[in-house]
């Protein structure tokens, strides 16, 4: 078995006026992610991780934020592309970790729905999906609430 691992991170800013989707789930919250497409760090972190096993570069590579065609894109729809990309190089996903950090909203109520929009996407069970969040102790962008990270550890075979 021809075994890959991947590793990923994204982080955005919040702002105002944008809505806050993470793991593809709209979340109930005063501010969202700051950039070009929606901003899910936790789908961009997990696309960086696919990409990375099999030294595909990055997200910004397949899709640039100076294409138009990204502007506002659903990152569960980016992802399903990219576990196009892997599938056609003869892999699959064995599983998939993933960490967000923030200090707020709350995320546990949202997890479980996370877990299963990245499964779908990934075409894979929801229990080889594992989604923990964290906060950042107060420290940093991300500790003061200007922020929201995500990392990405992911399994691929052949």
């Given at each position: 078995?021809?075994?890959r691992i991947g590793h990923g991170y994204?982080?955005?800013r919040l702002i105002e006026g944008r809505r806050l989707v993470l793991g593809g789930v709209p979340i109930d919250f005063h501010l969202?992610?700051?950039?070009?497409?929606?901003a899910d760090v936790i789908c961009h972190a997990a696309m960086d991780a696919l990409l990375g096993a099999l030294a595909m570069g990055d997200i910004g590579r397949h899709f640039p934020t100076d294409d138009p065609a990204y502007k506002g894109a659903d990152s569960i729809e980016l992802?399903?592309?990219?576990?196009?990309?892997?599938?056609?190089?003869g892999y699959a996903v064995v599983n998939i970790d993933i960490s967000v950090i923030a200090?707020?909203?709350?995320?546990a109520p949202y997890i479980g729905r996370m877990r299963s929009n990245l499964a779908g996407a990934l075409e894979i069970e929801s229990d080889?999906?594992?989604?923990?969040?964290?906060t950042n102790e107060?420290?940093?962008l991300v500790g003061r609430g200007e922020g929201i990270a995500a990392f990405s550890v992911v399994l691929l075979s052949k």
């Open positions: 078995m021809n075994l994204d982080i955005h969202g992610l700051d950039g070009h497409s929606d992802l399903k592309r990219v576990k196009h990309m892997i599938s056609n190089q200090e707020k909203p709350k995320l080889r999906v594992s989604i923990k969040a964290t107060n420290i940093g």
